[in-house]
């Protein structure tokens, strides 16, 4: 099955409201998927959904190929992060990980690695109450990946978190999902930090999917500006050269590289002057790192 995750026209009613109305969206192997909306827009419901712990008033929910309230056997290849997770605050990071080890049928050794994996192997004599919250969430991580699971749901991991804490955290979730090979949903109403981490996005309001897809589709079909990273043995002239582009709208300078903000209407002429640059020996390589969230999700809020 090519779809990790998959809803279609599922509802939630609550007895006072309905959470989710028709939502329709997959969710494919091997991404790093956001799922965007305001605050009670449903995305903590699909979670719970897609987690088996709460059961859909209509429609079908699909996660590895089983529906995970009528086969609980497939939670086990599930890691989740809830939003405001409750740690035993005396309890020693080592013992807790221990715990959720054992419920998991992991080993310690296991335990040490996903510790190790999220930067808090030399904690693990801390009581939790002396961690702060970048490293609670550390640590939250850290549960969640044991047993290696398949499909990581975290549930707003940056919330209450100052900025540098929440760019630390995402790019960790990132290279995490790179090195385990793991698929990864993301619920968040804080668009610029995803910027850097997400390749798809499901994007929700008032409890309906809005779209989802690959961030570089969707960017193409909302008109979003696109970035593109350009490696290149000089920085700055490769910059001059393309800031005269009228499609480019910034150019920003790394050491060995630039990132280039394009209008997606201009991608396939862009893209051909980076070719006639490459033969040139100006630029080295390139890719598309995303399209620009909040640019996205604007359009397809406002249809």
Do not use: C
């Amino acid at each position: 099955m090519h779809e990790v995750v998959y809803f279609e026209d599922v509802y939630k009613a609550y007895s006072d409201k309905m959470a989710l109305r028709g939502a329709s969206f997959k969710i494919p192997r091997g991404v790093i998927s956001g799922l965007l909306g305001p605050n009670g827009s449903g995305k903590t419901t699909s979670l719970k959904l897609a987690l088996g712990i709460l059961k859909p008033s209509r429609g079908a929910v699909l996660v590895l190929g089983d529906d995970p309230w009528r086969e609980p056997r497939v939670r086990a290849s599930m890691g989740y992060l809830p939003e405001s997770p409750i740690y035993p605050r005396d309890a020693r990071v080592r013992m807790l990980l221990k715990h959720i080890a054992r419920l998991k049928k992991a080993s310690m050794g296991e335990a040490e690695r996903a510790a190790k994996l999220v930067g808090i192997e030399k904690m693990l004599e801390h009581p939790i109450s002396a961690l702060s919250r970048g490293y609670l969430q550390r640590l939250g991580l850290a549960l969640a990946l044991l047993g290696d699971p398949e499909l990581l749901l975290l549930d707003e991991p940056t919330a209450n978190l100052d900025p540098r804490a929440r760019v630390e955290i995402l790019r960790l979730i990132r290279d995490v999902s790179r090195m385990l090979d793991a698929t990864v949903i993301i619920s968040s109403h804080i668009l610029p930090e995803l910027q850097e981490v997400v390749d798809y996005l499901v994007i929700i309001s008032q409890g309906e999917v809005l779209d989802h897809g690959p961030v570089e589709d969707l960017a193409r079909r909302y008109r979003a500006r696109m970035l593109y990273r350009v490696s290149t043995p000089n920085p700055r002239l490769l910059a001059r050269d393309l800031i005269v582009l009228h499609y480019v709208d910034g150019v920003m300078l790394g050491e060995d590289s630039i990132t280039v903000y394009v209008s997606s209407t201009h991608y396939r002429a862009f893209e051909a002057r980076l070719e006639e640059l490459a033969s040139e020996g100006l630029v080295e390589e390139y890719s598309i790192e995303t399209g620009l969230l909040g640019e996205i999700y604007e359009a397809a809020v406002s249809g």
